[in-house]
């Protein structure tokens, strides 16, 4: 049959000559690649004490942003979950109550706010499309858990910690968003 | 009849013995275990276990934990008795070995003199042979009691194969038997160590190697080892003769392929590479000036530091080469060391007549 | 020598349970685990008469060879009472008259050779050793011995003639 191209390359399978029929050779090659292997460099990291760095554009577990003093910046717009490709946002948008002005930045806040993270798949999307910054993706992931139902993340597990009553929580959450931005 | 009049002394001497020798098997298969995951991994550039006390020591008794809590499982349409007979069989044949191994010169303690060997038989090379050639029925009954198809096969394949292997084995024994003219274990190891060089130049290595090969070879097929570990191949007979078999009696059977990999080690040392010898030392001449005691411990560790090195070859080569196709596997036993050894075999009584005329 | 006469019966014994046991057993492979046992007991008195080579090379050749092949055969036929056939009751009749004859035949043999048995256990000298077991083998014996080999040879010959393909004898 003519080769429809000119790249046809045709191998022709010689018989094995008898050092290669006694295969000792070939054992003993094979046994010195495995033992030069004893010497290199491991691939592996030890992994709760090392921690492999992630890309500066990793995406993680969402986070509910503050302001400066603690008010949150959610607004309950849904722009968020209208970006969601995969639906995983659901809120609840409630009016800001005349005692409330050091919880909620705006007139608007999500009495209701949750991520499902076992639809998510962390595109970054809602991050994009929120106009009040009041949410993004930072370096972490979500742990493994034995129920459906503690995947679905609410208001209190997405919020950042409290600026003024919590600041080392708030800065340790804060650091990468920095590091992040600077890149 | 004297043989069997003996002092309460021997007695006791050789009840502490065997008690050692089995303790220190055992501990040494426990930590062969934990070695072959290591060199495993470093084979791999991976680090290996590590987390179970420092480096991971700890780890063969977490795994012997773990086996012995695990729920034990016997099939229903087992045959019950021969089900749990077959891991105890296995274990049990995998220690008996031990007894003809010379583990070293004798030591004096209280005015006695203790031989670090259990039994001096004239016929240690054979007791050796019989035992191994009853290893097969752990495998066989094992795997046919388990009513279990990928079991049976299993079992049919491990016993063709440990008999195919067995009669190149036997073959490339009798050439060295011929060289040295005895059968004791004891005796051939004196032999070699009576060479130049301190006992380097009687190694019956250099003068038998291929002789060697073939039993190293036959050594891989009997304690079913990768590249001839077809009774336990994994992606054909899921787990093979032991796959019904769960907690300590999976344990015993894992646990018997590796006191057997440390006592075929023991055994092709003592054979081919001066058993207890130092190698350029005359130990006789050191005895005077250091005592026998030191001496002994010293031969010891020598016979240990090349079982050592066996193991780690059993380990080197099962992470190296992939398995044999069966018939590859009858191919090379019957087709190419049986005759090979025959070769041998010939060979060594033509130039053994030629020197002795 | 009270312990080599203990050993001894508890051989004897052993030897004689497990024989019957192979014959009453209803499964084949216990039969065939039983008749191990008989070989190891047999072994066992070899060694009380100091012939350690035969009793070593009676474990390797037969509990460690042939019965691992019998063993090997029984698993793959997988028998069992369901499957066992039915046989003539005339066959019946002729292995019972067969086994009888058998029986009478070895009692006749043994009745009268009382002082014979009660020497076998007090044999000394080593005839059994390796060394004067190979010596005489190979200068007294050398015929038989050899007589031996050919038969082997014969029965391997015919065994590869029985297990050759059938399509080599259509193609020529």
């Keep these: 049959m003519a080769s429809l191209t000119n790249r046809v390359k045709v191998l022709e399978q010689q018989p094995l000559s008898f050092m290669e029929r006694l295969y000792l050779p070939a054992i003993f090659k094979g046994m010195a690649i495995t033992f030069s292997h004893i010497f290199k460099k491991k691939a592996t990291i030890r992994y709760p004490e090392e921690k492999r760095p992630f890309s500066p554009v990793f995406r993680g577990l969402q986070v509910l942003n503050r302001d400066e003093e603690g008010r949150e910046n959610c607004t309950a717009c849904g722009l968020c979950a209208v970006a969601c490709p995969a639906e995983a946002i659901t809120m609840e948008g409630a009016e800001r109550q005349k005692n409330e002005e050091h919880l909620y930045r705006e007139e608007k806040y999500a009495a209701k706010y949750e991520i499902n993270m076992l639809r998510c798949i962390f595109c970054g999307l809602c991050e994009e499309a929120c106009p009040k910054d009041a949410i993004y993706l930072s370096e972490t992931f979500a742990p493994s858990n034995f129920t459906r139902k503690s995947f679905i993340y609410s208001k209190d597990e997405l919020l950042i910690p409290h600026p003024i009553n919590d600041k080392e929580g708030y800065d340790a959450a804060r650091v990468s968003r920095v590091e992040k931005l600077k890149k | 009849m004297e043989m069997l009049q003996v002092d309460m002394m021997l007695i006791l001497e050789k009840l502490l013995l065997i008690g050692g ?49 695990k729920e034990e499982i016997i099939p229903l349409t087992s045959n019950k008795l021969l089900f749990v007979m077959g891991p105890a069989l296995s274990m049990v044949t995998a220690m008996l070995t031990s007894a003809v191994i010379p583990w070293g010169s004798s030591i004096h303690i209280f005015g006695r003199e203790v031989s670090l060997q259990i039994a001096d038989v004239n016929i240690g090379i054979l007791y050796v042979f019989g035992v191994v050639s009853l290893g097969v029925y752990g495998i066989m009954i094992g795997g046919w009691s388990s009513n279990n198809k990928f079991s049976l096969i299993a079992a049919v394949r491990g016993a063709s194969q440990i008999i195919s292997y067995e009669l190149a084995m036997g073959l490339s024994l009798i050439a060295l038997l011929m060289m040295t003219g005895s059968l004791s274990m004891k005796t051939i190891v004196e032999q070699q160590m009576s060479g130049g060089w301190g006992g380097f130049l009687g190694w019956n290595v250099l003068y038998q190697p291929l002789g060697f090969l073939i039993f190293l070879i036959c050594v891989f097929a009997e304690c079913n080892r990768t590249p001839f570990d077809l009774p336990e191949a994994e992606n054909e007979l899921n787990f093979g003769y032991h796959q019904e078999y769960s907690s300590m009696k999976l344990g015993f059977y894992l646990f018997a392929e590796y006191v057997n990999m440390f006592i075929s080690s023991a055994v092709v040392s003592t054979l081919f590479f001066g058993g207890y010898d130092i190698p350029f030392v005359n130990e006789a001449t050191l005895a005077l000036s250091w005592g026998d005691n030191i001496v002994a411990m010293l031969g010891f560790v020598s016979l240990f530091s090349k079982i050592a090195f066996f193991l780690f070859l059993f380990m080197w080569v099962r992470w190296t080469i992939p398995r044999f196709r069966y018939d590859q596997l009858m191919d090379l036993g019957w087709k190419k060391l049986i005759p090979l050894a025959l070769a041998n075999m010939i060979i060594t009584a033509i130039v053994i007549l030629w020197f002795n005329k | 020598m009270p312990v080599a006469e203990l050993l001894f019966w508890f051989l004897t014994g052993l030897s004689l349970f497990g024989a019957l046991m192979v014959v009453f057993s209803k499964n084949p492979v216990h039969s065939v685990l039983w008749l191990i046992v008989v070989f190891f007991a047999i072994s066992g008195h070899y060694i009380l008469m100091n012939a350690q080579f035969l009793a070593i090379v009676n474990l390797i050749v037969y509990a460690g060879a042939i019965m691992v092949l019998f063993l090997f055969v029984i698993m793959l036929m997988n028998m069992n009472t369901e499957s066992e056939p039915q046989k003539n009751r005339w066959l019946r009749l002729a292995a019972i008259v067969s ?54 040879l014969s029965a391997m010959v015919g065994a590869v003639i029985l297990g050759r393909k059938e399509s080599a004898n259509l193609k020529s």
């Excluded at chain 2, 590590?50 to 700890?58: V, Y």
């Excluded at chain 3, 007090?122 to 015929?143: A, M, P, R, S």
């Design chain 2, 21 to 69: 020798i089995i303790t220190f098997s055992l501990v040494i298969a426990m930590y062969t275990t934990y070695a072959e995951r290591k060199v495993a991994a470093v084979m791999q550039d991976r680090v290996g276990p590590n987390r179970a006390g420092p480096f991971g020591l700890l780890q063969p008794l977490a795994d012997g934990l773990k086996l012995f809590f």
């Design chain 3, 99 to 152: 086994g009888g004859s058998l029986l009478l035949i070895l009692v006749a043999a043994l009745k009268d050779n009382k002082g014979s048995i009660s020497g076998v256990s007090d044999l000394e000298g080593g005839i059994g050793l390796i060394q004067n077991l190979g010596k005489v083998l190979f200068t007294d014996y050398v015929i038989p011995f050899e007589i031996s080999s050919v038969l082997f």
